[in-house]
């Protein structure tokens, strides 16, 4: 978290606006921290969004779409996989931001094997609130055993890996690590501009 995974999205979404291609954010329904229809970063930045009971319903509802985003892609499960493979393989270019670890620094499905399938892949990290250094873990501050605990900086805080561990090891409050957004696929009728940088796991949003 705070790495500034749901701002990248947002920005690449914006530019694909600028280039007049056809674009949609999905979001878990399950998220509803800022806003029921738009996703919005840390810093407040924000664009509309449809937001989806299960994965499944991005097939259809992107239909018309040349750019798909998927936020918080941890939110949805396994079955975002066969989605995305889906949507790229129908010509669409699909970028996707979300954690690649759980609160205890294990591989967050579905992202790992979204990373495994992507084009390009991009890691973000913020900075450590302890120690300064690159962060790419987020620290959690509250109490709770639940794999997904929704909350932003009253539940979370940025730390690196060895902040991270060292409160790992004294038994501190649990904590979630690497955000993470990749992009999978371009098609020829909506090529990726030149001159970005596509897609992106990680870091802490």
Do not use: W
Not at 12 to 34: G, L, M
Not at 95 to 103: F, K, M, P
Not at 109 to 115: A, L
Not at 122 to 137: E, M, Q, S, Y
């Amino acid at each position: 978290m705070f790495s500034g995974k749901t701002e990248e999205l947002i920005r690449r979404v914006r530019r694909a606006q600028i280039a007049r291609q056809r674009t949609e954010i999905f979001k878990p329904a399950i998220d509803t921290r800022y806003s029921e229809d738009e996703v919005v970063s840390h810093d407040e930045s924000a664009l509309r969004s449809t937001a989806v009971a299960s994965a499944s319903q991005i097939i259809l509802l992107a239909a018309d779409c040349d750019v798909v985003g998927v936020d918080e892609a941890q939110f949805f499960g396994d079955d975002l996989v066969g989605v995305v493979r889906q949507l790229a393989e129908s010509g669409k270019r699909v970028i996707v931001a979300g954690l690649d670890q759980d609160y205890l620094g294990e591989p967050f499905e579905p992202m790992p094997q979204i990373m495994a399938i992507a084009e390009y892949v991009t890691k973000l990290h913020a900075i450590c609130v302890v120690c300064g250094n690159p962060a790419n873990h987020s620290q959690r501050l509250v109490a709770g055993e639940g794999r997904v605990l929704l909350g932003a900086k009253e539940a979370y805080e940025p730390r690196c890996r060895d902040c991270f561990d060292l409160a790992l090891s004294r038994g501190d409050v649990h904590a979630e690590s690497a955000d993470t957004t990749t992009e999978e696929a371009a098609s020829e009728k909506a090529p990726a501009p030149a001159s970005e940088t596509s897609p992106v796991p990680s870091g802490n949003d």
